[in-house]
């Protein structure tokens, strides 16, 4: 099985310098970054190699997680390269909570590239030095497989919206 | 339970199972056929999927059709799109972060 990864590219209206800041200033990333809904702490943030990116997001529920990014490739303004993971308040990794078959940790890849005046961001995501479970986990999660379980999601709308 | 539900739909044919019996129920013989896989291995499938409460089986012993538990669905996929949605989310956050900034806000 080879390993499943999960990609997504996007065009910004900006230039890459400041899409660039955007994402290494922790001031401006703890306004943006994070689903829907939440709200983002960077508690530790040391753009270099080896150094660390801990979080926290703040879920409108009340509840909150925590993540540790390790940075291995910092090349200002194309490449951004990270471990990322979950992990407690104190930074110490962990597995992601309620799924403990999610990968423990996915390398994180992220290209900057001019397109005309606007920035095009080519992000990649994988499963790193992971289990065949870990692996069968995310490619069922992002549906980076024959589809993924979208399928099964999309029919259980329709039911509930039946029922 | 979570790790269960992820599990089962980790794999092609139990996803495929739920496709079909999201159409009706049906019983083991039913979803032998069209797989074409041994009815142990149907069966092994089925387990599964029961374990992890995505499916239910009637009471007629060896015939006992099989139908989808919607409701077994909701949970996992709840907690699951946050963190399946992280980029697209984080994507159009920063876009309209960009444009806010954009307009004369100097960035912060």
Redesign the interface.
Known sequence: MTTPR?T?S?R???PRA??W??WT?P??LA??????G?SATILAFDLRPGGIWHGRLD?PDGSAMHSKFVFREVDPPSKLVWIHGFADAEGNRTR?P?????PLELLTTLHFMDEGEATR?D?N?EPIDATS?EE??F?????S??GG?S???E??D???AE? | M??RQ??A????TR?AI??RL?LGEATVGELQRPFGISQPAISRHLKVLEAAGLIEGGRAAQARPRR?K?EG??AA?D?????????????????????D??KGND??
């Open positions: 999960f997504i996007r910004f209206a900006a400041r899409v800041d955007a200033r001031e401006q306004l943006w970054f994070g689903p829907k939440t879920a992601a309620f799924a403990p078959d999610f961001i992000l995501w479970e069968a986990f490619a069922g999660m992002m549906g497989m024959e379980w399928g099964s999601f029919q259980l329709a039911l509930l029922g | 979570l790790d992820f599990t739909l980790a794999d092609p996803r739920l496709a999201a989808l919607p669905l909701v996929r907690w699951l799109d946050g963190l399946r949605n992280l980029w697209n989310d984080s994507f159009d956050r920063l876009d309209a972060f960009l444009a900034t954009a960035t912060p």
